[in-house]
């Protein structure tokens, strides 16, 4: 059974940053590609970030240059640095393996994002 557990989410004012971790367990985390997701108020869950088992990473392009994702095989961890936020960056922040055929592991509760003045 693989659990996906999302911390690191809060409010913070434009211009801030914050710092998202995923933790994963059930799982042999070094095989997969890892992604983080969002899905705001209204909108489909779009994928913001991804890191392969080869760390090799890729962005929407809406937040290159300022999110950067890593990841810790040790600790079965993917993190989600996100600096120079914007607004339109709030939405729920879920990880879920990043694969072409859009198959993904039960999804997490993910964690809020909110930016705001």
């Known amino acids: 059974q693989v659990q996906l557990v999302e911390s690191g989410g809060g409010l913070v004012q434009p211009g801030g940053s914050l710092r998202l971790s995923c933790a994963a367990s059930?799982?042999?985390?070094?095989?997969?590609?890892m992604g983080w997701y969002r899905q705001a108020p209204g909108k489909q869950r779009e994928l913001v970030a991804g890191?392969?088992?080869?760390?090799?990473?890729n962005y929407v392009d809406s937040v290159k240059g300022r999110f950067t994702i890593s990841r810790d095989n040790a600790k079965n961890t993917v993190y989600l640095q996100m600096n120079s936020l914007k607004p339109e960056d709030t939405a729920v922040y879920y990880c879920?393996?990043?694969?072409?055929?859009?198959?993904?592991?039960?999804w997490g509760q993910g964690t809020q994002v909110t930016v705001s003045s």
């Open positions: 890191i392969t088992k080869g760390l090799i990473m």
């Open positions: 879920n393996r990043n694969n072409r055929y859009s198959q993904y592991w039960s």
């Open positions: 059930g799982i042999i985390f070094g095989a997969y590609d």
